[in-house]
């Protein structure tokens, strides 16, 4: 019964997304909630409806919904309430998607945002997820706890964040996020764990749904109600498993494969900190950015696809190798990243002059003449840039 029951999480996620989204759709250009473009960062050319992740979350909610009843119904199922996401967490979830439908329709300020975020980490917190990377080192006292909770604070609200810079071109972040699901999936596959396997398949069901009407040219944006959503979600689905026996590989094999988002933020934070900008200061110098400028718009997502596949892997031989063979990998892919990011100008002194000068991109996404050098204070909205 258990192989059947993820199919149907996987198909009931899948239907319900692709039923839900042109509903949604439809809803938002009534109620006029749609995404403007700006002439600045924003490189789509028309309104476009950008409350989405609305359509993904109640997806990922009818799956999560049809396995519970089957446990009800089944109660043999092989891994029992270990196949589902602790009940706190789901709620979490469902807090942090109303945030950022929230911040969707309205503009919330960034630091309430934060706020927020941290707050949604309390339900993951209280409902057993965090880690424990210390506890054995400070002795597993008061200190440790705190360490243990602050880290696992910074995880939460870093990939929640890190899912939202990348959310910047049709069907980017959606496929991303669903590629590393698959590979977490697999990671804790080859280690013979299965653990919250309903959380990956219903939320991949529901991205794969989602991505019919946001593939490029995008008919409706997830905004930030699906990019934080998916964040807080990835990040739980992350710590939650165990990916190796070493608690060091434990905590860098998940980080491997989310590396993507994982760099795409860390440059993004390495760039504003060496031009002395707010950390929240948006700019059109991402990595998807930068790759836009020698390929098409279709072909930057599907090449970043293809990068996120690479950490993905990576991190599944790391799971299934010895610890000095996993460091070996590492060490391979850390030299491989470091190239790539040469080669896309990341290292040069006039990539440097380009950033200071705040040259974008053009309205159509291709390299040309730039837009004017506009400056937001919040990059924790739905870029979509």
């Not at 596959?189 to 995008?218: K, M, T």
């Amino acid at each position: 019964m258990f192989l059947p029951g993820i199919v149907a999480v996987f198909v009931v996620c899948l239907c319900a997304t692709l039923a839900l989204v042109p509903i949604v759709s439809r809803f938002a250009v009534r109620m006029g909630w749609n995404d403007t473009p700006d002439q600045g960062r924003k490189i789509h050319t028309k309104p476009i409806p950008n409350i989405g992740g609305l359509a993904i979350v109640a997806g990922w909610l009818a799956g999560i919904s049809v396995f519970v009843v089957l446990q009800r119904l089944f109660p043999s199922i092989p891994g029992g309430a270990a196949l589902v996401p602790p009940p706190l967490v789901i709620v979490g979830a469902v807090v942090i998607a109303g945030v950022g439908f929230l911040d969707d329709l309205y503009d919330v300020h960034f630091r309430h945002k934060l706020i927020a975020q941290f707050g949604a980490t309390l339900f993951v917190i209280a409902g057993g997820i965090r880690i424990g990377l210390m506890d054995d080192f400070l002795g597993g006292g008061l200190l440790a706890m705190a360490f243990s909770y602050g880290l696992t604070a910074l995880w939460m609200v870093g990939t929640m964040n890190a899912v939202n810079f990348l959310d910047g071109m049709d069907g980017l972040a959606a496929g991303v996020v669903a590629i590393v699901l698959i590979g977490l999936a697999a990671v804790y596959l080859i280690g013979g764990r299965v653990v919250d396997i309903v959380l990956s398949v219903a939320l991949v069901g529901a991205l794969l749904g989602f991505l019919r009407y946001n593939f490029h040219p995008a008919k409706i944006f997830m905004g930030d109600c699906g990019s934080l959503f998916l964040g807080y979600l990835l990040a739980v689905y992350a710590l939650h498993g165990k990916a190796h026996e070493l608690p060091v590989l434990a905590l860098v094999i998940p980080a491997v494969a989310m590396g993507l988002p994982i760099l795409d933020t860390g440059t993004s934070i390495a760039r504003r900190f060496l031009l002395g900008r707010s950390l929240f200061s948006a700019d059109s110098d991402h990595i998807h950015h930068r790759l836009s400028k020698k390929l098409s718009h279709r072909n930057t997502v599907l090449a970043l696809y293809g990068a996120g596949v690479f950490f993905s892997v990576g991190a599944m031989l790391m799971a299934a190798v010895r610890p000095r063979i996993a460091i070996e990998i590492f060490l391979l892919g850390t030299v491989i990243v470091g190239v790539f990011l040469y080669w896309l100008g990341y290292a040069s002194r006039r990539a440097r002059a380009r950033s200071v000068d705040h040259l974008a991109l053009s309205g159509d996404g291709s390299a040309g003449e730039p837009v004017m050098p506009k400056v937001v204070e919040d990059d924790l909205a739905d870029a979509h840039v």
